[in-house]
């Protein structure tokens, strides 16, 4: 190792498996930034479950041994590579991908996938944004492609992208409805945007969601446990409804001709398959009051 490089503490990780294989290091090299490259010192650093799959690696994309987890990170500017005009040291920022690692002192991150932290948001909420917010944007605007007086369903709304996806739909003029499963998730539900809110551990909350929606259905349905819901997800939809696919542990059994009277779509959303334009676009409106 070079003399005078300056090293950080950092989360490595040199093998898949549990928890237990995260290992913290304090002797990594700070990263430099390369061209369209910029170093953000880590204020806070979200933690996603996705994360957690790829670290068991159980997950369909495997990063190379050893790397440092994280995608989700806020703090502040410290260097800047080549050709970045957008950012300068010192800036509050937040980040939707890293390159290096988020789990460290510092990070590296390509200058498209950084965004400026408003000044009314702290680093906490800063390093929550990346994967939730842009995950429900993209469900609900780029998918589903909703309307103003559209109803949604956020099967599974207590979470992360759950939350954001019952902001955001209310929002833009949406009916919205989401589902929790204890009373204090229920509560953040309404608290977040949720216009009704249903336990879905009760055997009968399929039914209750049919008889505050009525005849007409649900326009489209935000699933986080694909595996578990997508069958009733068919049942309660529009003509024309959409399930938008976010999230899925195992395979399921559905019958297609419940896509085919109402001619119903069931889409996949993987924040990953996004394009620069996507993140270039990103919602100022996520950054506004709840309407």
Avoid at 16 to 21: I, L, R
Avoid at 89 to 103: E, L, N
Avoid at 120 to 137: E, M, N, R, V
Avoid at 196 to 220: A, M, P, Q, T, W
Wanted: hydrophobic fraction near 40%; include cysteine.
């Amino acid at each position: 190792m070079a003399t005078g490089q300056k090293l950080m503490r950092a989360i490595r990780v040199f093998e898949f498996g549990g928890p237990e294989v995260l290992k913290l290091q304090s002797d990594i090299a700070v990263p430099i930034p390369k061209d369209h490259q910029v170093l953000i010192k880590v204020h806070a650093c979200g933690v996603n479950p996705v994360e957690t799959y790829i670290r068991s690696g159980t997950y369909s994309r495997k990063p190379l041994l050893p790397y440092t987890p994280g995608s989700d990170v806020a703090g502040v500017i410290e260097a800047v590579g080549d050709n970045v005009s957008t950012f300068k040291k010192g800036d509050r920022v937040f980040t939707t991908s890293t390159i290096s690692g988020g789990y460290a002192e510092y990070a590296l991150a390509a200058d498209h996938s950084v965004y400026t932290l408003p000044e009314k948001l702290d680093f906490q909420q800063g390093a929550a944004i990346g994967i939730p917010y842009f995950t429900a944007y993209r469900a609900l605007l780029h998918s589903a492609r909703v309307k103003a007086g559209e109803s949604v369903l956020v099967h599974g709304a207590s979470g992360g992208v759950g939350l954001a996806a019952c902001q955001i739909a209310r929002a833009y003029g949406l009916k919205v409805l989401g589902t929790a499963g204890t009373e204090e998730g229920q509560n953040i539900v309404l608290q977040n945007g949720a216009h009704e809110v249903f336990n879905h551990r009760e055997l009968n909350y399929i039914d209750k969601i049919k008889k505050s929606v009525g005849e007409k259905g649900i326009d489209v349905i935000i699933e986080m446990l694909a595996n578990v819901n997508l069958s009733n997800d068919l049942n309660l939809l529009s003509y024309g409804g959409r399930v938008i696919v976010v999230g899925s542990r195992g395979p399921i059994e559905i019958n297609p001709r419940d896509t085919m009277a109402k001619e119903s779509s069931i889409i996949g959303v993987a924040l990953y398959s996004s394009t620069k334009s996507f993140g270039s676009s990103h919602p100022s409106l996520l950054f506004s009051p709840l309407a």
